[in-house]
């Protein structure tokens, strides 16, 4: 099962990878073991995508302490500019991982579409622990 899910992760390589020593290394250390776990157990589309939902929630709630921490110390101009690029984020994201599935590619592509929205929102979320850039 694991090897499906990496297939699919990397299926998923529409959008740049963070730089790194080897691809997903950043984000596979961010994934919780938790949700390694219920990888490994999972035998099932349903199961696969009931793990990455959950996987989901989890980085959706540290991205957005990172976009808080991130808007903190920010002037005015700074924390606008900053808001209209994570909702243009968000948007790319949603967009760019619905679009990786279609009922035509079969049950994996739920699979693919959720990948990516976990890891997506695990680089961005790194993204945003480096922000400002210096």
Do not use: H
């Amino acid at each position: 099962m694991r090897f499906l899910i990496a297939l699919a992760a990397m299926a998923v390589s529409a959008t740049p990878a963070l730089a790194r020593n080897e691809p997903g290394d950043e984000v596979e250390a961010r994934e919780t073991a938790a949700y390694r776990s219920c990888l490994d157990q999972a035998v099932s589309t349903p199961d696969m995508t009931g793990c990455m939902a959950a996987e989901y929630e989890v980085q959706e709630k540290a991205l957005n302490a990172a976009y808080a921490k991130a808007m903190d110390g920010l002037n005015a101009r700074q924390k606008d500019k900053l808001k209209t690029a994570q909702r243009a984020w968000i948007a790319f994201r949603d967009a760019n991982c619905r679009a990786l599935q279609d009922e035509d590619w079969g049950t994996l592509s739920r699979v693919t579409a959720m990948s990516c929205m976990v890891r997506m929102t695990i680089e961005r979320t790194i993204e945003l622990e480096n922000f400002p850039p210096e």
